[in-house]
């Protein structure tokens, strides 16, 4: 059984990987490439703790084979600050203190910023129901959707 | 005297203040490695193989054919763990005996539930590992099961433990039954007590098994040299207590084992016992490989946690006033495949937060073939509470008194003896009543097929063995170790309070959460102990460096040290020699320690004692729909006494996340059994916890009336906030549609039937 040569981009970096067929995209992020930024909660795509973007679209990188990011750009948390600038979902996620333990928070960050890259001014029931399939235990998720919303008025410099 | 503190801050630098968490950074970046996280060269996966039966007896295991696949490192059975003799300890706030926690980590004569471990495999792959699990012959003996508690405690019952008498009985037994304990506290005269009630209210209640429930699934990664030194990197709430259990269960010195706590992603009471760790080890030395170790969320449903079922009985008395006069409960609690479930701590804080004169608890502990319970944020309590504050909501409305006004009436204060020991010191019900009743939350009319409800929440708190140090670095800022794993922010708060006492910037402290080789002993972090605990030994260890300080300057300026003294963060000369030397700053002192007596360390080992309990009261609005009986939380507000909020930020958090828990208790979490003793719904699709769109925001008033055996007046916070959610929701629905609902969860199927049956009696309000 060989395994499958992948070029892809990987937060604008060219990468190149060897994977299984069976081989998730979550299991060659965390497993191969180092960037254990990307969290397992479930596998089964319920958790959204493995949330990356690819080509711009929020997806479970648990329900994503390694071989299908093929020739595709991939986005994971890693990729959000900007050499010493964090991201203003990130500054705001910090100063709202919208984690507790931190293993749902870049899931979050991830699909959050999928959600203001489409929407810059969502209402509270849109963040909401966006994040849906995000899953925190910690901070019944108010001062989330507080930092997610108010990193969208930043954003929108209002 | 009692005091209500508002705005903290006035009188502090730091402390009340919400500066960003040091860990932070770390977090928001993918950066903090949790326990997946770390990769070991040379590393293979260990995976274990899980009854698929809930009660059999193991005839035999043959592991040879998975000996024999490439790849196959090492496996373990319970033959590689020596069996232990009944031995009762402490684990959090619950007890373990060495006995049942050598079977829970691998069966040995029988498996006892769905996914109860009974081999291991380390392979170089994942996917080896799993074909290794596949070639292991296990031959059972399958037997008959038992689900439920009250199923599990009839005479003829399946039988789990076939040697096990009940104990707490006179006189005992002589035949053995599921019932492992039996546990009785009261007050007064409970027979007297109901004679002189007005009025009587006893209520049945049901509560269903939840998890726990945290986003990071147990995971570990451990080495064993061949001299016999190990090395674990684990995921829990208390790396002191995995040590423990991991050097007993192997039989390895204490000091072999040297366990680093990783980041940890959410625990609540479940990572406080071992499961994978002493797996990981035996595999580790017998491959002679690092290996990790990481359950999936399957095995995390139906092999850790969770929290006990139970079936509750309660009954109370009030006079025509409303003063309450006796209580009385029965708590039969479910505890797992083997004893200890929290029915002891239940019982305590059941009436806890009233003054009764006449209280009778009984409780069970009873074993059925379910994954053994533990501890589940304030274990036990929300369960009591649950069934008390509905009961005491009922009260209320048949005196005639508003829920807050009835609660004011009995409210538990200073010098309040509680049914389980001890006279109250200072605690902030009354004043988190007030607070509640003050709250714009309470005045705002309802809308259609809306209801309010009021619940109260006790939880006691705890402190322990505890051990910090801080390190005065050469250029004058700090480094501080502490030894219970940050869950929520306890660096911040760890950092905060070294910064106060030192009158030094939060920039200048680093704090570590160091291994087990690094500090003495520390108990976990649970029972909302972390801030307190290692807070005052934070405190004791920032005030032996100030005395160092003060000292080292004595020296250098030759005077003697009670004439030196520390103030804003510079030692300075006191008193009649005030003014003879300039200040020197703390970078100074550090400047000239080698000089005057080698490194400034501020050392604190501790048991702290004086935690004291946090009450709150918490107000809920629901909307029903009275189509398909889907009660949605539109509106709620948590207040609770915090004693003193080091980071308001990190307090809130708590708040929100306990009454987020409480929701999902509430109304959709439970663990599902089919006919077959399997659970059904074991992954987050089914077993399903609160997602951002089920919740409103969460409204918090933090209450502050100071714990005095703390130096800042710290109360545990984590555990109250999960006790009132279930009855506010429940005492919500009820004022929305005049149907009690006592069986969780109150999922649209439930509240519809009761609904319809209540329509027919023409006793609904919608």
């Known amino acids: ?158 | 005297m009692q005091e209500k503190v508002k705005e903290p801050g006035s009188e502090f630098t730091h402390i009340g203040t919400r500066p960003v968490r040091p860990d932070g950074v770390d977090k928001v970046t993918g950066r903090a490695r949790f326990g997946a996280d770390l990769s070991l060269p040379g590393q293979i996966t260990g995976k274990v193989l899980r009854s698929p039966h809930p009660h059999a007896r193991i005839r035999s295991i043959d592991t040879s054919a998975a000996e024999k696949l490439a790849g196959v490192k090492a496996v373990v059975t319970a033959a590689d763990f020596k069996d232990q003799p009944s031995e009762f300890v402490p684990a959090g706030e619950m007890m373990i005996n060495y006995r049942d926690v050598v079977r829970n980590v691998m069966a040995r004569e029988k498996v006892l539930f769905e996914g109860h471990p009974v081999a291991a495999v380390a392979a170089t792959s994942a996917s080896i590992a799993k074909q290794a699990l596949k070639l292991i012959k296990v031959d059972y003996e399958v037997l008959p099961h038992v689900i439920d508690v009250r199923e599990a405690m009839k005479p003829d019952a399946p039988l789990l433990h076939e040697d096990m008498i009940t104990q707490g009985m006179t006189p005992a037994p002589t035949k053995p039954s599921n019932i492992a304990k039996r546990i009785e506290i009261g007050l007064g005269d409970i027979a007297a007590g109901f004679a002189a009630a007005d009025i009587v209210i006893e209520r049945e209640f049901d509560t269903k098994p939840v998890h726990q429930g945290y986003i990071e699934p147990h995971a570990c990664s451990a080495t064993v040299s061949e001299d016999g030194q190990a090395e674990l990197w684990v995921s829990t709430q208390g790396h002191w207590i995995v040590r423990a259990h991991c050097a007993r269960l192997l039989g390895w010195d204490v000091s072999k084992i040297r366990v680093t706590a990783a980041e940890i992603g959410g625990g609540f009471g479940g990572k406080t016992v071992v499961y994978l760790e002493p797996i990981a080890l035996a595999l580790a030395k017998k491959s002679g490989r690092p290996v990790k170790m990481v359950m999936t969320r399957e095995e995390v449903l139906k092999a850790s946690g969770p929290t006990s079922g139970a079936h509750v009985k309660v009954k109370m008395g009030a006079k025509k006033d409303g003063t309450l006069v006796a209580a009385e409960a029965q708590l039969l609690f479910q505890a797992g495949a083997f004893q200890g479930s929290p029915v002891q701590p239940a019982a305590m804080c059941a009436f806890a937060p009233y003054d009764i004169a006449n209280v009778k608890l009984v409780g069970y502990d009873v074993v059925s073939n379910r994954p053994k319970v533990a501890a589940y944020r304030a274990p036990g309590g929300p369960i009591a509470e649950f069934a008390v504050e509905s009961v005491v909501d009922e009260l209320a409305a048949k005196v005639g008194l508003d829920p807050i006004a009835l609660r004011l009436k009995n409210a538990a204060k200073q010098g309040t003896r509680a049914a389980y020991g001890p006279k109250f010191g200072p605690v902030g019900f009354v004043e988190t009543l007030e607070a509640a009743e003050a709250h714009a939350h309470w005045r705002t009319p309802l809308g259609k097929n809306q209801g309010r409800g009021v619940a109260a929440g006790f939880w006691f708190n705890i402190g322990g063995e505890t051990s910090v140090s801080l390190s005065l670095n050469e250029d004058g800022t700090l480094s501080l170790t502490a030894g219970t794993p940050d869950i929520g922010g306890l660096r911040a708060s760890l950092c905060m309070m070294a910064g106060e006492e030192l009158s030094v910037g939060l920039d200048k402290i680093r704090v570590q959460i160091g291994d087990t080789g690094q500090l003495g002993y520390n108990f976990l972090t649970g029972g909302s102990r972390a801030t307190f605990s290692s807070g005052m030994a934070t405190v004791e260890a920032a005030r032996e460096v100030k005395r160092e300080a003060c000292k080292r300057a004595a020296k250098m300026w030759e005077l003697p040290v009670e004439a030196v003294e520390y103030v804003d963060g510079k030692v300075r000369p006191a008193g009649p020699n005030a003014g003879k030397h300039e200040p020197m700053t703390l970078a100074q002192v550090a400047a000239i320690a080698g000089k005057t007596g080698g490194p400034i360390v501020g050392y604190s080992r501790i048991n702290a004692h004086g935690a004291a309990p946090s009450f709150a009261t918490h107000l809920c609005d629901v909307e029903v729909d009275p189509e398909t009986g889907k009660a949605t939380v539109i509106r709620y507000t948590a207040l609770q006494d915090a004693g003193r909020a080091i980071h308001p930020s990190y307090v809130e958090g708590q708040y929100q996340g306990g009454v987020a828990q409480g929701i999902g208790w509430a109304l959709n979490e439970e663990y599902i059994y089919g006919p077959d003793g399997r659970m059904q719904n074991a992954g987050f699709l089914d077993y399903r916890v609160p997602v951002a769109s089920d919740l409103p925001m969460i409204d918090t008033v933090i209450v502050e009336v100071p714990n005095p055996s703390h130096p800042y007046g710290v109360r545990g916070v984590g555990e109250t906030p999960i006790c009132p959610p279930m009855a506010a929701v429940a005492n919500a629905i009820a004022n929305a549609t005049g149907v009690r609902m006592t069986d969780l969860p109150m999922s649209p199927p439930k509240v519809l039937k009761a609904l319809d049956d209540a329509r027919a009696k023409g006793a609904a309000k919608m």
């Open chain 1, 1 to 158: 059984m060989s395994k499958h040569h992948v070029t892809t981009k990987i937060n604008g970096d060219e990468t190149e990987f060897l994977c299984e067929t069976d081989e998730t995209l979550l299991d060659v992020l965390r497993n191969q490439l180092g960037l254990t930024g990307t969290k397992e909660g479930c596998s089964t795509g319920d958790c959204g703790a493995c949330s990356v973007t690819v080509d711009g679209r929020l997806v479970c990188s648990c329900l994503m084979l390694g071989v299908e990011a093929n020739g595709k750009s991939i986005g994971t948390i890693e990729g959000m600050a900007k050499g010493e600038k964090l991201h203003p979902l990130q500054e705001k996620f910090l100063s709202h203190a919208a984690l507790q333990c931190g293993i749902c928070t870049p899931g979050f960050l991830v699909a959050a910023k999928a959600l203001l890259d489409k929407n810059p001014d969502p209402s509270e029931t849109e963040v909401r129901y966006w994040l849906a399939g995000n899953l925190c235990r910690c901070t019944g998720y108010d001062k989330i959707v507080r930092a997610v919303m108010d990193a969208a008025a930043e954003m929108r410099g209002a």
